[in-house]
């Protein structure tokens, strides 16, 4: 597929958002001795990257693989979980972070199964939101930037594993034949 692309959230736009974000999280847990932030992989890697160097106080880091797609461009709905934490979040304060919540299908079977394993608190900090593409209800505490339902590349996102290492977010434009 030819495409062209185009800057939809640039770079300071981004760091604006981040520094919102930061804000907020360092506000909630100032009283907190440890945050484990959890990064779903391969998507947040970098949002979380530059979340976490703006966070203040004892911040652990640990990441999740976890699939609903298989071979299709369509989520299943049926969570696999392709490599879980390296260590238990029981009364701990987690922090999940996502590049991008579209339809909210995995990253709730994602926390249900975290849920299940007692942390001391859970939120969700996603860097961009879809909320037109929510077919589960999932409570994101912390966004970056809500944005249309438009196909995005760049700041950790892909398409076809490509355009994951722009420093901004960019819509993909379909050329016309």
Do not use: C
């Not at 939809?8 to 736009?13: D, G, L, N, R, Y």
């Not at 909630?28 to 979340?51: E, P, R, W």
């Not at 579209?102 to 249900?112: E, P």
């Not at 966004?143 to 892909?158: M, R, T």
């Amino acid at each position: 597929m030819k495409h062209t692309l185009e800057v939809m959230i640039s770079e300071a736009e981004i760091n604006q958002a981040l520094d919102k974000m930061a804000e907020q999280i360092n506000r909630d847990y100032a009283g907190v001795d440890s945050l484990l932030v959890v990064g779903l992989l391969k998507g947040s890697v970098i949002v979380m990257s530059d979340l976490v160097r703006r966070l203040d106080g004892n911040v652990h880091l640990d990441f999740m693989t976890a699939s609903s797609y298989g071979e299709s461009t369509e989520s299943s709905g049926d969570v696999k979980i392709v490599m879980d934490l390296a260590r238990s979040i029981k009364n701990r304060h987690v922090l999940v972070v996502e590049d991008i919540i579209d339809t909210g299908r995995t990253l709730s079977k994602v926390l249900a199964l975290l849920k299940s394993r007692e942390p001391a608190s859970l939120a969700i900090a996603s860097f961009l939101d879809k909320p037109s593409r929510r077919l589960v209800d999932v409570e994101v505490k912390y966004v970056g930037v809500a944005i249309p339902d438009e196909f995005v590349v760049g700041y950790g996102l892909d398409y076809a594993e490509a355009y994951r290492q722009l420093p901004y977010i960019a819509k993909v434009i379909p050329a016309e034949e």
